[in-house]
């Protein structure tokens, strides 16, 4: 067979057709022949979280992907036969297609369709015999579970598109991968950091605080308030007021507080020098990247032995709070998968923490000037948006529109036949951008334009705010010298957003014709805050920069599809400027610089900090959220 880089539509379909088999279950299986494999075998309470679980399932690929792919495809079928709702069964034979040239670039089915059991809860499953006009069932507003005030932000966590961009996030970027992606650690920090923050503006929306970490030194001896119960048979519910175990048991490993709180310690005197030790006691400069690295602990870790596997560590100890040395056979709580982490509230502490050291790392970087945000000769006038809300577009501009809805999902849980689950998902109204730019220079510019979207709340100290500011598109246009012009950009064409899934069906019908899109990226229909009935305020800022200067190599043409948080397949992340950028560090101007009595300033507010840079602007933005009948 061709790689297929260079397949034809057809020879497309046609494969993804083929690899359907390694994730539907056979109504009637035949035996697995063994010729060519010996027959594969499931890994129970399988997680990427586990280094040695994980590198089983590599070295079980590289096996499988030795050999032929009519094989390969056999293999993997008869060990989904047998084990049909297994995480393990789903990862690994998208690692093995991930990773061959026959089969890297076909459309795979979405996760949510293969394994229903961990992207939706199962009173969400619509009876075999079911009404037309059937609903899910709805939590008695006076239950114990709706006065849980974490309840109010379940609908947002259990979107089944959030959980696959976390799951996506860790295939696309696996921990022994690292070395060859050159900024893997970075991302890995960008893109939880953009996780937290997106939530936090969910909380001050139904009037929560914002997330509080959780993690050694930080509240980890306190008990855990959050309690979570996915009510999935494969995963134990998690009563609040749990504490953690000074010791957990993962197999032959004991993972041991104390010994969390000293990987933290030595991670934050690495931060303090500006280098970590590397294995052989040499000193290595610190970077985001190897932070990131040495924090998740993959191949790119400084000193897996000096500096530990906290991120994972923390997943492993809070999914086995119940029974942290398994004596009880007690089944591990959703934190131990990457496919059901992000549904529970404790996630989003727990990586609270995990930021809060990269945050340390960030407070300690050189603070950004108005020289190093300025681009000389580029004037942005004004910046707008426009809903698409027809009622509402020509009286009030920069009001944006959400709502809630029921959407049908077709999953597939053990059988071929298709089940339907209902899912009550936030949407919104698209909106388009206008930016009126001007080019002063006599030169056609090629210009980065970098929006954000922060909620609109008092900080006293305007980098307190930095963490807030949620990206929203990022992408390159040309502006013509001498010319005015204004840019418009549709919503839906922003370069954090996953592209459009394809789907079971699709695949079967043949029309799975083009090379796959990247399965990361932020899920489409959370683009946006929901904001509230009355209209949250949020500031929308917008920073232009030179690609020219920004592009990581010559072959970075442009920024699309889902860049963002996930960079481009088996390629180097495209924009040379670091990921967050301008929001990753502090900034600000010196007060009589030059002078004996130079002193820095910290801008004040969003508004200083475009009078510094007029290359950049910023408008209020009010997000509406609206009560709609289907």
Same mark, same amino acid.
């Given at each position: 067979?061709?790689?297929?880089?260079?397949?034809?539509?057809?020879?497309?379909?046609?494969?993804?057709?083929?690899?359907?088999?390694?994730f539907l279950k056979d109504q009637n299986p035949t035996p697995y022949d063994g010729l060519h494999f010996e027959q594969l075998e499931d890994v129970p309470n399988f997680t990427v979280f586990d280094e040695d679980k994980a590198r089983l399932a590599f070295e079980t690929s590289e096996k499988l992907l030795e050999g032929d792919l009519d094989d390969m495809i056999e293999a993997l079928?008869?060990?989904?036969?047998?084990?049909?709702?297994?995480?393990?069964?789903?990862?690994?034979?998208?690692?093995?297609?991930?990773?061959?040239?026959?089969?890297?670039?076909?459309?795979?089915?979405?996760?949510?369709?293969?394994?229903?059991?961990?992207?939706?809860?199962?009173?969400?499953?619509?009876?075999?015999?079911?009404?037309?006009?059937?609903?899910?069932?709805?939590?008695?507003?006076?239950?114990?579970?709706?006065?849980?005030?974490?309840?109010?932000?379940?609908?947002?966590?259990?979107?089944?598109?959030?959980?696959?961009?976390?799951?996506?996030?860790?295939?696309?970027?696996?921990?022994?991968?690292?070395?060859?992606?050159?900024?893997?650690?970075?991302?890995?920090?960008?893109?939880?950091?953009?996780?937290?923050?997106?939530?936090?503006?969910?909380?001050?929306?139904?009037?929560?605080?914002?997330?509080?970490?959780?993690?050694?030194?930080?509240?980890?001896?306190?008990?855990?308030?959050?309690?979570?119960?996915?009510?999935?048979?494969?995963?134990?519910?998690?009563?609040?007021?749990?504490?953690?175990?000074?010791?957990?048991?993962?197999?032959?490993?004991?993972?041991?507080?104390?010994?969390?709180?000293?990987?933290?310690?030595?991670?934050?005197?690495?931060?303090?020098?500006?280098?970590?030790?590397?294995?052989?006691?040499?000193?290595?400069?610190?970077?985001?990247?190897?932070?990131?690295?040495?924090?998740?602990?993959?191949?790119?870790?400084?000193?897996?032995?000096?500096?530990?596997?906290?991120?994972?560590?923390?997943?492993?100890?809070?999914?086995?709070?119940?029974?942290?040395?398994?004596?009880?056979?007690?089944?591990?709580?959703?934190?131990?998968?990457?496919?059901?982490?992000? %549904?529970?509230?404790? $996630?989003?502490?727990?990586?609270? #923490? *995990?930021?809060? &050291?990269?945050?340390?790392?960030? +407070? @300690?970087?050189?603070?950004?000037?108005?020289?190093?945000?300025?681009?000389?000769?580029?004037?942005?006038?004004?910046?707008?948006?426009?809903?698409?809300?027809?009622?509402?577009?020509?009286?009030?501009?920069?009001?944006?529109?959400?709502?809630?809805?029921?959407?049908?999902?077709?999953?597939?849980?053990?059988?071929?036949?298709?089940?339907?689950?209902?899912?009550?998902?936030?949407?919104?109204?698209?909106?388009?951008?206008?930016?009126?730019?001007?080019?002063?220079?006599?030169?056609?510019?090629?210009?980065?334009?970098?929006?954000?979207?922060?909620?609109?709340?008092?900080?006293?100290?305007?980098?307190? %705010?930095?963490?807030? $500011?949620?990206?929203?598109?990022? #992408? *390159?246009?040309? &502006?013509?010298?001498?010319?005015? +012009? @204004?840019?418009?950009?549709?919503?839906?064409?922003?370069?954090?957003?996953?592209?459009?899934?394809?789907?079971?069906?699709?695949?079967?019908?043949?029309?799975?014709?083009?090379?796959?899109?990247?399965?990361?990226?932020?899920?489409?229909?959370?683009?946006?805050?929901?904001?509230?009935?009355?209209?949250?305020?949020?500031?929308?800022?917008?920073?232009?920069?030179?690609?020219?200067?920004?592009?990581?190599?010559?072959?970075?043409?442009?920024?699309?599809?889902?860049?963002?948080?996930?960079?481009?397949?088996?390629?180097?992340?495209?924009?040379?400027?670091?990921?967050?950028?301008?929001?990753?560090?502090?900034?600000?101007?010196?007060?009589?610089?030059?002078?004996?009595?130079?002193?820095?300033?910290?801008?004040?507010?969003?508004?200083?900090?475009?009078?510094?840079?007029?290359?950049?602007?910023?408008?209020?933005?009010?997000?509406?959220?609206?009560?709609?009948?289907?």
């Amino acid at each position: 067979m061709t790689e297929c880089s260079k397949c034809n539509e057809s020879e497309i379909s046609g494969r993804a057709i083929k690899l359907l088999k390694a994730f539907l279950k056979d109504q009637n299986p035949t035996p697995y022949d063994g010729l060519h494999f010996e027959q594969l075998e499931d890994v129970p309470n399988f997680t990427v979280f586990d280094e040695d679980k994980a590198r089983l399932a590599f070295e079980t690929s590289e096996k499988l992907l030795e050999g032929d792919l009519d094989d390969m495809i056999e293999a993997l079928s008869d060990l989904k036969n047998r084990y049909p709702n297994s995480t393990y069964v789903d990862y690994l034979a998208r690692i093995t297609f991930l990773n061959n040239a026959e089969t890297k670039f076909v459309p795979l089915p979405p996760p949510y369709q293969t394994l229903g059991l961990s992207f939706f809860r199962e009173e969400r499953h619509v009876p075999k015999i079911a009404l037309k006009n059937w609903t899910a069932p709805q939590p008695k507003l006076a239950s114990p579970l709706t006065q849980d005030p974490e309840y109010k932000l379940q609908w947002w966590r259990e979107d089944p598109g959030l959980s696959e961009h976390h799951m996506n996030w860790h295939l696309y970027y696996p921990f022994k991968e690292s070395l060859k992606m050159p900024r893997q650690g970075e991302l890995f920090a960008y893109m939880h950091q953009q996780m937290l923050a997106r939530y936090n503006s969910e909380r001050l929306a139904v009037g929560l605080s914002l997330v509080v970490p959780y993690g050694p030194g930080m509240g980890w001896n306190e008990p855990l308030v959050e309690g979570f119960n996915l009510k999935n048979d494969k995963y134990s519910p998690r009563p609040s007021g749990m504490k953690i175990s000074s010791s957990t048991s993962l197999g032959a490993r004991n993972i041991l507080s104390e010994d969390m709180i000293t990987h933290r310690e030595r991670l934050l005197i690495g931060i303090a020098r500006g280098y970590f030790e590397d294995k052989d006691g040499k000193s290595v400069p610190l970077s985001m990247n190897n932070l990131g690295c040495t924090v998740e602990a993959d191949e790119g870790s400084v000193n897996k032995y000096l500096y530990g596997n906290i991120h994972n560590n923390g997943h492993v100890v809070i999914a086995l709070m119940n029974d942290p040395d398994q004596r009880y056979d007690i089944k591990q709580g959703p934190m131990i998968s990457q496919y059901t982490a992000a %549904r529970d509230p404790s $996630f989003f502490r727990w990586h609270k #923490f *995990v930021d809060s &050291i990269f945050e340390t790392y960030r +407070k @300690t970087l050189a603070p950004y000037l108005k020289e190093d945000l300025q681009m000389g000769g580029i004037e942005l006038k004004e910046v707008t948006v426009n809903s698409q809300n027809d009622a509402m577009t020509k009286t009030a501009p920069n009001m944006l529109f959400t709502y809630m809805k029921d959407k049908t999902y077709t999953v597939y849980v053990e059988e071929k036949e298709a089940e339907k689950v209902v899912q009550t998902v936030m949407e919104f109204d698209p909106f388009t951008y206008e930016f009126c730019v001007v080019n002063h220079g006599p030169d056609t510019a090629k210009v980065v334009f970098r929006v954000f979207l922060a909620p609109d709340r008092y900080s006293v100290d305007f980098d307190d %705010r930095r963490n807030d $500011f949620i990206e929203l598109d990022r #992408f *390159v246009e040309e &502006i013509g010298g001498n010319e005015e +012009k @204004t840019v418009t950009r549709k919503s839906e064409d922003s370069s954090v957003l996953r592209p459009e899934s394809i789907t079971i069906e699709e695949i079967k019908a043949g029309n799975a014709d083009k090379t796959a899109p990247c399965g990361c990226g932020w899920p489409r229909n959370l683009l946006i805050p929901r904001g509230t009935n009355e209209g949250m305020r949020f500031q929308l800022y917008v920073l232009l920069t030179d690609w020219d200067k920004d592009a990581a190599d010559s072959t970075s043409k442009n920024l699309t599809a889902s860049v963002a948080y996930c960079g481009k397949q088996g390629k180097i992340y495209p924009d040379s400027k670091p990921m967050g950028f301008p929001f990753d560090r502090p900034g600000g101007y010196y007060e009589n610089k030059g002078e004996k009595n130079e002193k820095f300033k910290k801008w004040e507010d969003i508004g200083a900090m475009v009078k510094d840079v007029k290359n950049s602007s910023f408008t209020e933005v009010i997000i509406n959220f609206e009560k709609r009948s289907d």
